[in-house]
Structure formats: structure tokens, C-alpha cells
């Protein structure tokens, strides 16, 4: 039998280079898909003004859904399969990533046949007001069909890294991105069709990106799908344990979105809502940059962490983090510095939603100061199957810290108290990291 190989040598290459052969394109894909949403909101704001932007991100949640349901099956696929990797087990490598694939895609079918079915108590229940509703319902329906695709290009890009093709995971980011970009001016300017147009670019981008992972997979270098699929359920239970943390992450993005959208609402109305929609636009870069860092580890780790190389994993980890502190005072700075070019890129500095985007984006920005951390972390507890571990983590800086702070710090401190709470909630669960961490390493000891 010829003798398979991966396209990196995880167990036995340099670590700072395998990680950063990864981290490159990986980051570079992230940026790209980040931009997906960005431009969005600067094309949506720009024609139709806050309005535009605050229909866009009411919608938002249920986009990040489904990159959700893709996340977990996707790392979940990817660990297993890794772990599989390391003891030569292709049959069932092949049979894991495959279930992942078709579990997922069942559901997100489901989901998109319920938004169709049920349009207007799906968009009441995300937040929407009377005077929001003719836009929030048009995006709704026109990015609908771009959620499948959506889901394929998520976790196929995690399976891709795994089998050592970190620069077409890149481009499977980087086309989309710029399918988006030029469909986005196309469909929102010379063709007047407003949020409407920006949902159908995001659908046709996803469309371009789920097709290219799903293609890759007739060229790939182990990993392959397969109709010899064995012990479904297990498999498919596995992956969403291992991966429930990436899934919980952007329910907890969801939530940090509807639970601001609704505190900013009461305190300062539409315009609160039109504000913090611009810093729910950076949020995806921030993630993706941060999320570049944890993903450029986890094959590493899971694939070491298979073979019993702590010593591999260890390294792998450190790395991870001394690249989430640069990115995370970079990101920080530049947000908090640029505060008002950033909201010149969607609306006006000078309307009432502006004034409110620039005094609260500083604030903000601190939040990207732990979440790297936070999220290289979890990232590491998942990549070593403490999947427990890192949904606990997960809840404490999506769910727990965060809504509470959100309805205490906009009371106290009610002209920016609300753009506080994010960056404090990172920050206590950062704290909660270190303190478990160390403990943890002084029972080894």
C-alpha cells in the first residue's frame, strides 16, 4: 500500500515554523472573512444610513449560528480526525470529517426551511422595531440561502489546515471575500437594492466559498469523504463535545449582540442601537484574528497531543500566546486610535449615532486585549479534548460575566458603562484562566 502523507510535519517539524507556515495564511483568510461582514456594513450605512446598519446587525445572530454549528463540527471534525491522524487510522479519519459534514449540513437545512417558514416571528424575536422591520426582514430572506454554503466553508477550512493546505484555507477566504466586496458595491449602489443587495452578495460569497472546501476534498492529500461511514452518532456526539465551546463562542457573540443591542436601545434608542452596531462590525476582525491564532495551534496540539509529545504541545501553546498578547495591543491601539476614522467608514462622526460610535470604540477596544488570550486558551483545552474545560470558559466570558455586566455597568455608569462590559468580561475570565491554569500546574509539580 503507498504510504500516505500529510502536507506538514506536525509530529516531528520545528514548532515556531509549523505554526507560523499555519498562522500566516490563516490569519490573512481570517482578515478576509472578517471583511465579508465590514463591508457590509460600510456599503448598508453609507446608502442607507444607521438604520441600514442596526437592520444588519439584528439579523447578525442568526449568521453567527450557523458559523457556530460550523466552528464546532469543524474542530470537533479536526481534533478527532487529528488524534486519528497521529496512530494512521485513515478509514476512520475520513469517516469522522464525513459524518461532521453531513450532520451539520442536515441542520443547517432545517434552520434555513424555519427562517422561510416563520420570517416574521424569527425577526420579532431578534429585536426588531417597528421602524426597522422593512429592512431587517429583506436581509433575512435574501441571506437565507447563503447559510448552507456558509457552514461547508467554516468547517471545511478547519479539515483543510489538518491536511496540511493551510494557503488554499486562505483562499477559501480570500475569494469569497472579494466576490463580496465587488457584488456588495454592485448590488447596494449602481443596482439601489440596499440591505437587500448586501445579503444577496453575502449569499453569493458564501456560495463561492463552501463550494471551493467542498472541492478540495477530489485533491487533498489523506483526507478524503467517504460512503464507509462507521458508528455515525458516536462520531457526530464526539465532535459536537470536543467542539461545543467554538459553537457556545459564537452563541455568546449572539447574545453579546442582542443583549447590547437591547441595553443601548433603552439608553439612547435607535441611534444607541446604529453605535454599537459599528463596534458589532469590528467584533468579527477582532475574533478572526485572535480565533487565526488558536486555529494555526490546534492541529499542532491535537495531533501531538495524540502521539502523548507534551513537551510538542507545551511549545505549541506558548507560541500561541506570545503571538495573542502582539495581536491584541495592536488591535487595541489601532481601534482606540482610530476611533473616529472607523466610524467615518459607516456613518457620519457628526450624527447623534457617530458621536456615540467615537466616545464608546476606546473603551471597547480593551476587549481585545484578553480575548486573544481567552480565546488561544480554550482553543488549547479543546485541542487536548478538555472540551468541559473550555465551554465552562466559554459561558463564564460569553454568557455569565457578560449579560450582567452589560445591565450593572450601563446603570452605574449609564454614558459608557454599556461599552465597558465586554472588555471587563474578558478580563475576569482571563483572571479565571491564570488562576486555573497555574493550579493546575502546581499539582504536576
Not at 459536537?240 to 452563541?251: C, K, Q
Request: glycine share 10%.
Amino acid at each position: 500500500m503507498k504510504q500516505q502523507s500529510l502536507g506538514l510535519d506536525y509530529g516531528g517539524g520545528n514548532i515556531s515554523r509549523l505554526y507560523f507556515k499555519i498562522f500566516f495564511p490563516t490569519l490573512l483568510g481570517m482578515i478576509f472573512n472578517a471583511l465579508l461582514t465590514i463591508i457590509d456594513g460600510v456599503f448598508v450605512g453609507q446608502r442607507v444610513g444607521p438604520y441600514g446598519i442596526a437592520a444588519v446587525n439584528i439579523i447578525a445572530p442568526l449568521f453567527m449560528i450557523t458559523t457556530g454549528i460550523g466552528l464546532m463540527f469543524g474542530i470537533g471534525s479536526s481534533v478527532s480526525a487529528g488524534i486519528a491522524l497521529s496512530g494512521k487510522n485513515y478509514e476512520r479519519t475520513n469517516s469522522i470529517v464525513t459524518s461532521g459534514f453531513i450532520f451539520s449540513t442536515t441542520l443547517i437545512a432545517l434552520l434555513v426551511a424555519g427562517g422561510y417558514f416563520f420570517t416574521e416571528p424569527l425577526v420579532g424575536g431578534l429585536g426588531s422595531s417597528e421602524q426597522l422591520h422593512y429592512h431587517t426582514t429583506g436581509y433575512l430572506l435574501y441571506l437565507l440561502p447563503g447559510l448552507i454554503p456558509l457552514m461547508w466553508q467554516s468547517i471545511g477550512m478547519m479539515v483543510i489546515r489538518l491536511d496540511g493546505s493551510p494557503k488554499y484555507a486562505m483562499m477559501c477566504n480570500v475569494i469569497p471575500a472579494i466576490t463580496n466586496i465587488v457584488l456588495d458595491w454592485w448590488l447596494v449602489f449602481p443596482m439601489d437594492m440596499g440591505v437587500r443587495g448586501a445579503a444577496l452578495a453575502t449569499s453569493i460569497s458564501c456560495g463561492v466559498g463552501g463550494l471551493m472546501a467542498v472541492a478540495y476534498f477530489r485533491r487533498s492529500y489523506i483526507i478524503k469523504f467517504t460512503r464507509r461511514i462507521s458508528r455515525f452518532w458516536s462520531e457526530v456526539a464526539n465532535q459536537a463535545r470536543i467542539g461545543s465551546a467554538a459553537f457556545v463562542t459564537e452563541i455568546a457573540m449572539s447574545i453579546m449582540m442582542y443583549t447590547g443591542n437591547y441595553v443601548f436601545m433603552r439608553h439612547f434608542g435607535e441611534s444607541g442601537v446604529a453605535a454599537y452596531s459599528i463596534a458589532c462590525y469590528l467584533f468579527p476582525l477582532i475574533f478572526m484574528i485572535n480565533n487565526a491564532v488558536a486555529q494555526s495551534a490546534q492541529p499542532i496540539i491535537s495531533y501531538n497531543f495524540g502521539c502523548g509529545s507534551d513537551e510538542r504541545v507545551n511549545s505549541a501553546l506558548r507560541v500561541s500566546v506570545l503571538t495573542a498578547i502582539v495581536c491584541g495591543i495592536l488591535v487595541t491601539t489601532g481601534i482606540s486610535q482610530g476611533a473616529r476614522m472607523i466610524v467615518s467608514m459607516f456613518i457620519s462622526p457628526e450624527c447623534e449615532a457617530g458621536r456615540i460610535a467615537v466616545s464608546g470604540l476606546p473603551v471597547f477596544a480593551l476587549a481585545a486585549l484578553f480575548f486573544g488570550l481567552n480565546i488561544t486558551f480554550i482553543g488549547y483545552y479543546q485541542s487536548t479534548g478538555k472540551a468541559a474545560t473550555a465551554l465552562v470558559l466559554t459561558l463564564l466570558r460569553g454568557v455569565i460575566f457578560l449579560v450582567p455586566l452589560f445591565i450593572i455597568l450601563a446603570r452605574v455608569f449609564p454614558s459608557w458603562g454599556m461599552w465597558a462590559a465586554i472588555p471587563s468580561s474578558e478580563l475576569l475570565t482571563f483572571a479565571v484562566i491564570l488562576t486555573m491554569y497555574f493550579f493546575r500546574k502546581n499539582r504536576k509539580l
